[in-house]
């Protein structure tokens, strides 16, 4: 989405929230596709070593969404790789968040679609189907819903229960 949004803005005006609505994840994402700075409503996949429903999500319409995969912090196998981050470019997809790895960096820098993970990895997952998809999530110790709000820009990362702008 091409909203305009300053992720250090939205944290000046809900520093105070104590509701829960409003919820910031640590700082230990790494940037590696080619937009900067992201928005847009979030949907969820659950998965460990296994990026079987990340490929099928990336690889339907994406309509402005942002994907946030709990690969549970994972730094052994890469979640997306180069193909994987063209098919969410190619499909409309906003972003994708990792709590994982990535794989082809060069590659995911020539993507037009928000890339976050933790890490590169260069082997890939093995592929058994497993996993959730629409569930909660826990991202470093941050709950993040399906629905929920997610604002990323080079100051960080930024989660909503609404949208924010």
Known sequence: ??????????????????????????????????????????????????????????????????????????????????????????????GVVIDGCVRDVAELATHPVGIRALASMPLPTEKRNEGQRDVAVQIQGVWVRPGDWLYADADGIVISSKPLV
């Open 1 to 94: 989405m091409s909203i305009s949004f300053a992720t250090c803005d939205l944290c000046d005006s809900f520093k105070n929230d104590s509701t829960g609505d409003f919820r910031v994840l640590p700082p230990v994402f790494r940037d590696y596709g080619a937009v900067r700075a992201f928005c847009g409503p979030v949907v969820t996949v659950k998965c460990f070593e296994d990026n079987s429903l990340v490929k099928a999500a990336v690889d339907s319409p994406g309509q402005g969404r942002v994907l946030v995969v709990d690969g549970g912090g994972s730094l052994r196998r890469a979640l997306l790789g180069g193909n994987l981050g063209a098919a969410a470019a190619r499909n409309g997809w906003a």
